[in-house]
């Protein structure tokens, strides 16, 4: 009887493992129907890098393609700018070509009218210098006659008096007033006191002698009277 069991216990196990076997068999099976063989695997591997590879390839083709246009647009201004800026220089250079134009014209019109000016300023200091001799002249010829006459002192006074009046007549043609005479106030403006006197008789700061005469003509002084102040 025991032995009967366990041939009947052998016949199950026997068929239970051969039924797992035939099981994992046909897992097996269908495992390696649904997976590539190794070269299969490795081919498809390959596959997938070129893949990769290729969309790197893409995307790195297209940023080097947008960096080109963007270098492409800066050369592009640049080379606007510089025009622009060679406009600005011709344009500059134009106009500074015109003022040195314009400048050296005005230094020859400056320099003829400072020579023009000088030459007439020269002309009109020889015809005051010519007029004025004219007055003198006559002066100088009637001392000269004076000198010749021979008669007595009253005949000689007389002379010399007449050619005395005769300077202040052509003195007086020439715009020249005399100023400084006995009995004026001093006038330190006018005058240059060379003496001091205590006098009862004269008031403050009264003439009493002139010693040499004043000129002036317009308004300025030619020569300064010196004189003798009292008081």
């Known amino acids: 009887m025991e032995e009967k069991e366990k041939d009947i216990n052998k016949e199950t196990e026997e068929k239970d493992s051969a039924a797992g076997e035939k099981e994992h068999g046909?897992?097996?099976?269908?495992?390696?129907?649904?997976?590539p063989s190794g070269e299969g695997a490795a081919a498809q591997a390959g596959k997938e890098q070129a893949g990769e590879a290729g969309s790197e390839s893409e995307g790195d083709g297209a940023e080097g393609g947008t960096h080109r246009e963007k270098e492409k647009k800066k050369v592009r201004k640049l080379e606007t700018k510089i025009a622009e800026l060679e406009k600005k220089l011709k344009d500059a250079e134009a106009a500074s070509t015109e003022k040195d134009g314009k400048y050296l014209l005005l230094y020859a019109e400056y320099d003829n009218f400072r020579r023009r000016s000088q030459k007439e300023k020269d002309g009109i200091y020889s015809e005051a210098y010519g007029d004025a001799l004219k007055q003198i002249l006559p002066i100088i010829d009637?001392?000269?006659m004076a000198e010749k006459q021979t008669g007595d002192a009253d005949a000689i006074k007389a002379g010399v008096s007449m050619v005395l009046k005769m300077a202040g007549e052509n003195l007086a043609k020439m715009g020249i007033t005399q100023f400084g005479a006995p009995g004026e106030k001093f006038d330190p403006e006018k005058h240059t006191a060379v003496f001091h006197v205590d006098d009862a008789e004269k008031g403050e700061n009264e003439i009493v002698e002139v010693l040499q005469k004043g000129y002036s003509r317009d308004g300025k002084i030619i020569r300064y009277a010196v004189v003798k102040v009292a008081n």
């Open 142 to 144: 009637s001392l000269e």
């Open 26 to 35: 046909d897992k097996k099976a269908a495992g390696d129907a649904g997976t």
